[in-house]
């Protein structure tokens, strides 16, 4: 007899429906799974064989011919073993309960059938909710993830025994309990605080502003100066995730596979920092089952390119559709999937080969000529998209062993906060959220500066000879500075301290 099964299958982030057949008919004992199957759909037969008989029931030695419909789409994945081997045992009455129709099933079975979890459970299920689908069957270790979904019920089995216990008998299984969201609960601590990083007046002022306006930072200094704590300490003063950025943000984790399982939603921002040997896939995403790069693990939080010299150009420039679009589409043979990707750029770059260009205690031995080709690496598309650079050398001995209290990351934030809250203000009715995404009309707008200033703007356009585009960074730069005083003008101190972001233009760069 035929048996058809409810189950869902993922494209990028969004879930769709896909209709399970299971027919049993005499023939040749053999499974066939029809519907363009991926290689693991095809060893989904073995798995559900062997968990089919090592549940307690026997595997039908006829012909079975499961088709997955709609049979246009690539399917991936693993997540159609447990809904296929629920469909064998309906056909075969070997499970007498129609219940099953009730259901959207999903899982991944082992051998012995257990049911293993599955990546980018939430996106299904979210995809599955907005669709109409109420109840679910889902793997146990995927509860969590299950439980911040409000409206649906989902119920969490260990084993195909328990499944098919389950839809025999219901009633007893209680869903899994919704659970309100917490952004940085309590117990969250980051890996570091501003407050342990002495001195570096200059660069923790700078990252304060870049977040406050949302601009992306590049750090020039020399090998130990500090760059890679204090861009990790950026997290530590980024507005707490709202909702619905957590749950973007655990969605993409999910499909990725790198979820903490045990969690079930990311709660703070991500600090990602692939190495300059990483390949340009796995930056932006792609490969051979079209999963979300780095440059979208990163959404809504920090990406950090350590040494930005050190990556290769195709890699950098492939950055520019993320950093101006704040999203990558990954394409493959069958479909073209899109995941999110908004996040703050920090890079970090000695300023020279040597690394002591500009340092007070030691010699730069480059030449001028390998000096510029060196910062020539990083031109174009992605120091387009930098506002701030900021300079830096090592802390002195005294002032690294001083016990001087260092200012906290929570009260960083809090003025954090407040520039925000005059930037979601003045963008109300605007889609954008933050200084740093004005275009020049709204520069225009609102980043008028007294005649005071101007003139200090074209007199270090003189003798800096920055280009047009610098001119709209300081303004959009200016506009934060104001912000974090709670300016309402821009004034002519604030340009002039957003003119000093500019130190590659200033030094080097013409
Ligand atoms: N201002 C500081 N306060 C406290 N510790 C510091 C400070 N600067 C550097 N350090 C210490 O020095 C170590 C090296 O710093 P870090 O790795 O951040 O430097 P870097 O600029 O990234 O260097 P590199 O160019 O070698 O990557 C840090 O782990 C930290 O312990
Ligand atoms: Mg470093
Ligand atoms: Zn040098």
Redesign the pocket.
Known sequence: MLAKVNSFALSGLDGYKVDIEIDINAGLPKVEIIGLPDTAIKESSERVTSAVKNSGYHFPIKRVIVNLAPADTKKEGSLFDLPIAIGVLAASEQLFSRSYKDYVILGELSLDGKLRPIDGLIAILISGMQQGYKKFIIPRDNAAEASFIKGIEAYCVGTLKEACELLEEGGNVAPVPYREFESSPAEAVFDVDFA?????VAAKRALEIAVAGGHNVLMI??????????AKCVVSIMPDLTFDEAIEVTKIHSVAGILDEKKGIVTSRPFRTPHHSTTVPALVGGGTKSKPGEVSLANHGVLFL??VPEYSRHALETLRQPLEDGFVTVSRVQQTVRYPSHFMLIG?M?PCPC?NFGSKKHICTCTPQSIRKYINKISGPLLDRIDIQIELD??EFNE?RSRAEEEKSADIKARVMKARAVQSARYDSLPIFTNAEMNNRLIKEYCEIPAEAESLMESAFKKLSLSARASFRILRVARTIADLEGKDKIETAHVAEAIQYRSLDRKYWN
């Not at 200094?221 to 204090?230: D, F, H, Q, T, V």
């Open positions: 342990d990083v002495k001195g570096q200094g020399p090998p130990g100066a500090g760059k890679s704590m204090l350590d040494e970090s000695n690394g090592a802390v690294l």
